[in-house]
């Protein structure tokens, strides 16, 4: 069974940066695609950005693409989501997922594993 912590979460002033991480332990990282997911209050969740199980290929949403940069330490068991030019709307819980596989789906219930969340608040 795979389990995904995440930390990196906080305030922040709008334009500032974070980086979040996600480290997993318990089962064989790089057989696992990797998604950051957020969810904000009174919305539904939302798929943020993918990464294949090699690193090798990467999906963003719409919303943060061009400011947000995944990437992942296969070594470290890790995967991390670079989170420049912070607007206010990105406040919201993120979420790691992995899915088994390599391909990235940008659908939450087609990931296996989940980790409990880190807060992200934007100031304006």
């Known amino acids: 069974q795979v389990q995904l912590v995440e930390s990196g979460g906080g305030l922040v002033q709008a334009g500032g940066s974070l980086r979040l991480s996600c480290a997993a332990s318990g089962g064989t990282f790089s057989t696992y695609a990797m998604g950051w997911f957020r969810q904000a209050p009174g919305k539904e969740r939302e798929f943020v950005a993918g990464?294949?199980?090699?690193?090798?290929?990467?999906y963003y949403a719409e919303s943060v693409r061009g400011r947000f940069t995944i990437s992942r330490d296969n070594a470290e068991n890790t995967v991390y989501l670079q989170m420049n030019s912070l607007k206010p709307e990105d406040t919201a819980v993120y979420y790691c997922?992995?899915?088994?596989?390599?391909?990235?789906?940008?659908?939450?219930?087609?990931?296996?594993?989940w980790g409990q969340g880190t807060q992200v608040t934007v100031s304006s």
């Open positions: 990464i294949r199980r090699t690193g090798g290929g990467t």
């Open positions: 997922a992995a899915k088994r596989g390599s391909f990235i789906s940008t659908e939450g219930p087609q990931y296996d594993h």
